[in-house]
């Protein structure tokens, strides 16, 4: 791997940011006009391989601006939730006594952990209480945010975490938040995953491994 630049994955999402609108709105045009036919197919090509581009650039970047260093998670986990309280967010936090100290890029991880507290909060606009858990379980250390809101319907849940993946145009944003973090938390030899029944909120968990 080359040598960490801490910047490149905060320039690579400014500078994605337009393509992926321009994939968000072949998506919606698919989405909305019921895209099946032959004639269409293209277009439907054009938005995946744009999709898997701006996916790789990501991870790329990802891999590039991680400088690992000594973390207290019990810190790193609850400075997140005093930032988003300080935000208007209503987030508790569970930290088990005991966690090991991680070999991790705490920026990077605070990025992570944030667009998922944020999304809990944005999304889940039912969601009074956002909850984040950090655990020991076996080899791993998990990070966990829960929230009571719309949750994620199970035929959407791999595709969320792809660029430019919005389930509703409603609210603003640009579908990165999810696939930055996985990202970032797959370059830390991690696993970012999502469980949800639809109606009965969501818990986004970020998995790394404990040594
Ligand atoms: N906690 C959640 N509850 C319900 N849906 C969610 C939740 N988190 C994410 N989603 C869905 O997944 C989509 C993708 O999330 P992602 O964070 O990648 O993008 P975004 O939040 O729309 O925009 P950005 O993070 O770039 O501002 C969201 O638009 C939303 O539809
Ligand atoms: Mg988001």
Redesign the pocket.
């Known amino acids: 791997m080359t040598h960490a630049d801490p910047e490149r994955l905060a320039i690579l999402v400014h500078e994605v940011r337009s393509p992926v609108a321009a994939l968000a709105a072949i998506a919606e045009v698919c989405v909305n006009e019921r895209l099946e036919t032959p004639a269409r197919r293209p277009l439907i090509e054009l938005a995946v391989a744009a999709c898997r581009g701006i996916e790789r650039l990501v991870t790329d970047a990802a891999l590039a601006s991680v400088r690992r260093e000594k973390v207290d998670i019990r810190r790193l986990v609850e400075e997140a939730a005093a930032a988003a309280v300080l935000g208007g967010g209503n987030v508790r936090v569970q930290v088990d006594d005991g966690l090991p100290t991680l070999h991790v890029d705490p920026l990077r991880l605070r990025q992570a952990l944030d667009?998922l507290v944020?999304?809990?909060l944005?999304?889940?606009e039912s969601a009074v209480v956002v909850a984040v858990h950090a655990r020991r379980a076996g080899a791993e250390v998990l990070l966990s945010v829960v929230?009571q809101?719309?949750?994620?319907p199970l035929d959407e849940q791999q595709r969320?975490f792809e660029p430019g993946?919005?389930?509703?145009s409603e609210?603003s944003?640009?579908?990165?938040?999810?696939?930055v973090a996985r990202a970032v938390v797959e370059a830390h030899g991690g696993k970012l995953i999502v469980e949800s029944v639809a109606g009965k909120g969501?818990t986004?968990t970020i998995a790394l491994p404990a040594s």
Do not use: E, M, Q, T
Not at 149 to 152: I, K, L, Q, T
Not at 165 to 168: D, I, N, P, T
Not at 173 to 179: D, F, N, T
């Open positions: 667009n944020s999304n809990a944005v999304h889940a929230d809101g719309p949750g994620v969320i993946v919005r389930l509703s609210r944003g640009s579908g990165l938040g999810l696939a969501a986004f």
